[in-house]
């Protein structure tokens, strides 16, 4: 059983983790847009991923009797300066994520909700990962520099790490 606060916080959750995945998705439409096919499967990727992590906040709701709320989403932006910005604005996101997740857990203490707090630990653990992933993605842009085939060597740059993202998924998923 969830405390009212818990419960609301938790439906909270659930929308940023919803707006997360309707922004990046918008991301993905734009890099499509603009020729960067690697980023566009990359951005399209972690969508699904924030997708799953709204789903897995649901179900958790429900499973303790309490009520989850199917968020309105604001529209993301659809166009952005450049990948670099769209990239930077991503790591920016990820950060508030890791802030909420981690009021969430100060929440889930505050209350005794043991459950709660167990169950958060997974975001904790997936928030530690999506900042380092972002981080190293703004340390790559910013070696790539801004020559004339930056863009290019971006998008290649990016390609490889959604490859890389997408067998430690399978590997995972297999265990
Ligand atoms: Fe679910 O916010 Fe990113 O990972």
């Given amino acids: 059983m969830l405390t009212k ?7 909270e959750q659930i929308t940023l983790e919803s707006y ?11 890099c499509e847009e603009e020729g960067l096919e690697g ?9 699904d991923e924030e997708m799953d992590h709204m789903k897995r ?6 499973e303790m009797d309490g009520k989850a709320i199917v968020p309105g989403i604001k529209k993301p932006p659809s166009s ?16 508030k994520v890791t802030k909420s997740i981690n009021e969430l857990v100060a929440l889930s203490s505050k209350e005794k909700d043991h459950s709660s707090f ?14 380092a992933l ?9 070696l790539i520099g801004g020559g ?19 067998k430690k998924e399978a590997s995972e998923a297999e265990k």
Avoid: G, T
Wanted: hydrophobic share 40%; with cysteine; aromatic share 16%.
């Fill in 5 to 11: 606060k818990m419960e609301k916080a938790l439906n």
């Fill in 20 to 30: 997360a995945s309707f922004l990046y998705l918008a991301m993905s439409s734009w």
């Fill in 39 to 47: 980023c566009a499967a990359f951005m399209l990727r972690q969508s």
């Fill in 57 to 62: 906040l649901y179900n958790y709701v429900i």
């Fill in 80 to 95: 952005y300066k450049n990948v670099v910005q769209m990239f930077k604005q991503v790591y920016e996101h990820e950060k």
């Fill in 118 to 131: 167990n169950f958060l630990q997974w975001y904790v653990e997936e928030q530690r990962e999506e900042e």
């Fill in 134 to 142: 972002m981080r190293s993605i703004q340390d790559k842009i910013k």
């Fill in 148 to 166: 004339p085939q930056a863009l290019y060597y971006i998008d290649k740059e990016i390609q490889q790490i959604n490859l890389a993202e997408m």
